[in-house]
T-cell receptor
Framework: DAGVIQSPRHEVTEMGQEVTLRCKPI?????LFWYRQTMMRGLELLIY????????DSGMPEDRFSAKMPNASFSTLKIQPSEPRDSAVYFC??????????????FGPGTRLTVL | QQQVKQSPQSLIVQKGGIPIINCAYE??????FPWYQQFPGKGPALLIA?????SEKKEGRFTISFNKSAKQFSLHIMDSQPGDSATYFC??????????FGKGTMLLVSP
C-alpha cells in the first residue's frame, strides 16, 4: 500500500494567491482528516470527512479555507486568498472508522506551505 | 472543548536514559489512548496505544502507564537511543469518534 499521498510536498506562494493542497487517502478508508501543524499551535484538526461527507469543520480558521472530497479517493484543501499566517505544514490523514472500533489515523508526509 | 494536556514541551536525555512524557485528560468518556511518533519531515505515525481496562502496556522499549482515577497516562522509553529523537503526541478518543491530540513533546536523545 502506498499510504496517504499528498501533493505538492512544498508550496511557496505570494500573499493573495490561491493555494490548493491535494490528498489521496488509503484505499478502503472511510474517514479523511486535514490538519495544520505549527510550532506555536501544534497539530490542529481543520476538518474531517466520513464517507466523503464533511462531519466537523469547526477547526477551519475562516472562510478563506475550504475543503472538498468529491469521491473516496481524493480530497482538496483550498486557501483563497492566502496570507503569511497560513504558513505551516498541512497534513492529510485517513482511517477506517467503524462503530466499536478505534480511530487509528495514517498520516501523509505533509505539504509545507510558505506564504510570502 | 475536549482537551488533552501534554507535558513537557521538550525533553533532552542522554542515551540510555528513560524519558517520560505525561498527558492528562478531562473527559472520562475517553476509552482509547494512543501515542504517535513524528520524525522531522514526516507525518505522525501510531507508536503504541492503550485501553483504560489495563494499567500498563509494553511494546519493545515503549511503555504506556495509565492511571484512570487520576485521568493521566504517560509514555516511557526504556534505554533511549538517538534514533528515538522525535516529537511525540498523545491522543484520546471515545467510542466512535475522532482523536483529540496533545500539543506534542520534542524529545532529543543525546549520544
Amino acid at each position: 500500500d502506498a499510504g496517504v499521498i499528498q501533493s505538492p510536498r512544498h508550496e511557496v506562494t505570494e500573499m493573495g494567491q490561491e493555494v490548493t493542497l491535494r490528498c489521496k487517502p488509503i484505499s478502503g478508508h472511510n474517514s479523511l482528516f486535514w490538519y495544520r501543524q505549527t510550532m506555536m499551535r501544534g497539530l490542529e484538526l481543520l476538518i474531517y470527512f466520513n464517507n466523503n461527507v464533511p462531519i466537523d469543520d469547526s477547526g477551519m480558521p475562516e472562510d478563506r479555507f475550504s475543503a472538498k472530497m468529491p469521491n473516496a479517493s481524493f480530497s482538496t484543501l483550498k486557501i483563497q486568498p492566502s496570507e503569511p499566517r497560513d504558513s505551516a505544514v498541512y497534513f492529510c490523514a485517513s482511517s477506517l472508522l467503524l462503530a466499536g472500533g478505534t480511530d487509528t489515523q495514517y498520516f501523509g508526509p505533509g505539504t509545507r506551505l510558505t506564504v510570502l | 472543548q475536549q482537551q488533552v494536556k501534554q507535558s513537557p514541551q521538550s525533553l533532552i536525555v542522554q542515551k540510555g536514559g528513560i524519558p517520560i512524557i505525561n498527558c492528562a485528560y478531562e473527559n472520562t468518556a475517553f476509552d482509547y489512548f494512543p501515542w504517535y511518533q513524528q520524525f522531522p519531515g514526516k507525518g505522525p505515525a501510531l507508536l503504541i496505544a492503550i485501553r483504560p481496562d489495563v494499567s500498563e502496556k509494553k511494546e519493545g522499549r515503549f511503555t504506556i502507564s495509565f492511571n484512570k482515577s487520576a485521568k493521566q497516562f504517560s509514555l516511557h522509553i526504556m534505554d533511549s537511543q538517538p534514533g528515538d529523537s522525535a516529537t511525540y503526541f498523545c491522543a484520546a478518543s471515545k467510542g466512535y469518534s475522532t482523536l483529540t491530540f496533545g500539543k506534542g513533546t520534542m524529545l532529543l536523545v543525546s549520544p
